[in-house]
Every structure is written in structure tokens, then in C-alpha cells.
């Protein structure tokens, strides 16, 4: 397998991490609308404001984290898109969460908009997370060299920790637990959206051991102290998680 991966359309060679980033965004919108056809106790104006609060937010929060992960970008780069080209997915979740809970405020709407999201979420990462597998090293997702034997070789002759694919899996498996868990007990209003990014920012919070970026911050990366802020934020998950559950 040779990296990165394109894709014949037949008119066009596209790279598969572009194709597939557009098809994350597309099923995982389809999926949140379905779902949302089933009931909503949020009004479809409200709905539009905190969607346009959550994607305000996290566009700020991605960017904003990618440059605190690569301070070099800031004297290397020749313009601002190219200043602001990285992106993550913890900056745009956290950034995404404080736009959503401002907007909010602001509309006095009460109720979580967050656990409609979770499995679309989900659905779309595990896609996006295939095409920057196939994008090899130049997405930066790639772990540091491994003797494993599932170690892969994303093109530089080096077999390395695949991080795209413990994703996937991670997120899979989050997916079951959290089917499994709706089905034993009845959450209260907002935990499954609590529940997913605690577990989600635990995960990536360990998983950014496996990469080959430093880690200025008392021994941590930017996205690992994102993380924990997060964790901090959601501490009544795991300090009181019976309050994450109420009587059928």
C-alpha cells in the first residue's frame, strides 16, 4: 500500500483524506437529522443558532489549538490561511462546546442539544478518521516507531503506531458501550453527551503519548492540556456519576 492514498473518480485524482473528510460531514449530518425527525424538544430556530454557535466555535477552538500544538507555524508560515491551515478535533469539540453553551445562555434554552450529537459524532469521526489514515504522515496523525507487528509502514520505511485506526476502534467500541448502557438504565438529560466527551478526552488524552510531537507544557502537548481542562469541566462525571442516571 503505497501513501498518502488517492482516489480515481475517473475525471479527476483526489487525495481519499479529502473525499472521505466530505463524507464524514455529510453522513454524520444525515444521521443527526434522521435522528432528529424522531423528536426534538428544541425549537428548529434554536436549533439553527446553537448549530451556528457550535460551528463558530469550533472552527475557533481548532485553529486555535493547532497553533498552540505547532508554535513553529507562527514564524514558518508566509500568510494567515496558511497561519491557520492546522486544525484538531479536540479544539473544535471543546471550542464547539463553548459556542453551544454561550448560544444557549443567550437563547435560555435549558435542555441538552449535545446527546442528539453524540452518535453522528461518532459516525463521522470513524469515517474521517479512515481518510487520515490513507493521508499516511503528511495528516500528522501518525504515531512514533513501533516493533509491533501491526505496526505500518505510511511511507518513510518506518513501521509506526497506526493512531487513525485505534481510533476507529476506540470509537467502536464506545459506540457499543454506549447502546449497551442506554439499554440497561435511563440517563438523565444531557449524560450521553457528557459521558462521550469524558471518555472521548480521556482516550485522546493517552493516546497523544503515542505521538512523535513534543511536549513543552510540564511534559504534555497542547492537546493533552486541552484534554484535561475538559476533563476538569465534566469532573461531576466522574466524581458523582450517579447523577448521570435517573428512575425509569
Do not use: N
Request: proline letters at 6%; charged letters at 20%.
Amino acid at each position: 500500500m503505497q501513501f498518502p492514498i488517492d482516489i480515481d473518480l475517473g475525471f479527476v485524482r483526489m487525495p481519499a483524506h479529502l473525499l472521505l473528510e466530505v463524507l464524514a460531514y455529510t453522513l454524520g449530518y444525515r444521521y443527526y437529522a434522521a435522528l432528529r425527525r424522531r423528536g426534538d424538544p428544541i425549537s428548529d430556530l434554536a436549533r439553527m443558532w446553537i448549530f451556528i454557535g457550535a460551528v463558530t466555535g469550533g472552527l475557533l477552538g481548532s485553529r486555535l489549538l493547532a497553533l498552540l500544538e505547532h508554535p513553529e507555524t507562527w514564524a514558518t508560515a508566509h500568510s494567515v490561511p496558511e497561519l491557520l491551515a492546522g486544525k484538531t478535533i479536540v479544539g473544535g469539540l471543546l471550542g464547539g462546546l463553548v459556542g453551544v453553551e454561550w448560544t444557549k445562555r443567550r437563547l435560555g434554552v435549558r435542555v441538552s442539544s449535545g446527546d442528539l450529537m453524540v452518535y453522528p459524532l461518532l459516525l463521522g469521526l470513524m469515517i474521517g478518521r479512515v481518510g487520515c489514515f490513507m493521508a499516511g504522515l503528511g495528516d500528522g496523525t501518525h504515531g512514533v516507531a513501533s516493533s509491533l507487528p501491526w505496526a505500518i509502514d505510511l511511507g518513510d520505511g518506518v513501521p509506526r503506531h497506526s493512531l487513525p485506526l485505534y481510533e476507529i476502534g476506540f470509537l467502536g467500541l464506545l459506540w457499543l458501550g454506549l447502546r449497551r448502557l442506554q439499554a440497561r438504565v435511563r440517563l438523565a438529560d444531557g449524560a450521553l453527551f457528557k459521558l462521550w466527551m469524558v471518555a472521548y478526552l480521556g482516550f485522546r488524552l493517552a493516546i497523544e503519548l503515542l505521538k512523535p510531537e513534543p511536549r513543552p507544557w510540564a511534559g504534555l502537548s497542547a492537546i493533552q492540556l486541552a484534554c484535561v481542562a475538559g476533563l476538569i469541566y465534566y469532573r461531576r462525571v466522574w466524581l458523582r456519576p450517579h447523577e448521570l442516571v435517573t428512575p425509569r
